[in-house]
């Protein structure tokens, strides 16, 4: 069965400090890695894509197979990364093509 | 600007009342999905149609219907609102030859 489990609820860095949203999956076929982040009360928008393999906002992201991971790291934190973070997994073995959810990580960055 | 439309922005409902959130899209997508998010437990689906003419259920369909009678529009209907449905409510969309997925602006649902 497909899961995506995101460990952490919360996660506060400071300015300027590395952060890393741990993702973990797991699924049988070949998955479809994203994430996606939500700003205060407003629509979910894709952050990254594994397959395109490109840096949005300084964020990146590798696919791990053999620990089936998907972490999302910034070097530097912004306090305009403050937002939930939800890692999806594409089941693109179905005809359905839907996404299935971590529970987000909530990212904290103090000035 | 290509996107979804979902109305309404926000709604406080009585309990046992039927309610229908509007979901509209302009891209020509297949497939369009209903999801429910709620603090500590992320987005879960709800309904899902993979094409016009075509539903089907998610994790959590109990007491939402849906239809899909044209590719732009997705309704989810509440026949009998319960306090449990009290969440906030995100339409998408996605094209299946590229991958990407759209998401709405949502609404937020109250039942009392």
């Known amino acids: 069965a497909q899961r995506v489990t995101q460990p952490e609820k919360l996660l506060s860095v400071f300015k300027g400090a590395p952060v890393e949203l741990k993702c973990n999956y797991s699924?049988?076929?070949?998955?479809?890695l994203f994430w996606y982040v939500q700003y205060s009360r407003q629509r979910l928008q894709l952050l990254l894509r594994?397959?395109s393999r490109e840096s949005i906002k300084g964020f990146t992201a590798d696919l791990n197979k053999g620990e089936t991971s998907f972490h999302l790291k910034k070097p530097f934190a912004q306090e305009e990364d403050s937002a939930m973070y939800y890692c999806?997994?594409?089941?693109?073995?179905?005809?359905?093509?839907?996404?299935?959810f971590g529970r987000g990580t909530q990212l904290t960055v103090w000035p | 600007i290509a996107g979804i439309t979902q109305a309404p922005t926000s709604q406080i409902l009585a309990a046992g009342r039927r309610m229908t959130l509007r979901c509209t899209q302009d891209?020509?997508?297949?497939?369009m999905y209903w999801y429910r998010q709620d603090l500590g437990l992320g987005l879960r689906l709800i309904h899902y149609?993979?094409?016009?003419?075509?539903?089907g259920k998610g994790e959590v369909p109990d007491g939402y219907s849906v239809s899909r009678a044209n590719t732009d529009d997705f309704p989810l209907t509440l026949a009998s609102a319960v306090p449990s449905q009290t969440s906030v409510y995100f339409c998408?969309?996605?094209?299946?030859?590229?991958?990407?997925?759209?998401f709405g602006s949502g609404t937020r649902l109250t039942v009392v």
């Open positions: 999806a997994l594409g089941d693109r073995g179905s005809t359905l093509g839907r996404l299935y």
């Open positions: 891209m020509r997508h297949n497939a």
């Open positions: 149609s993979n094409t016009a003419g075509t539903t």
């Open positions: 699924y049988s076929g070949s998955p479809e």
């Open positions: 594994h397959i």
């Open positions: 998408a969309s996605s094209d299946r030859r590229t991958g990407g997925y759209t």
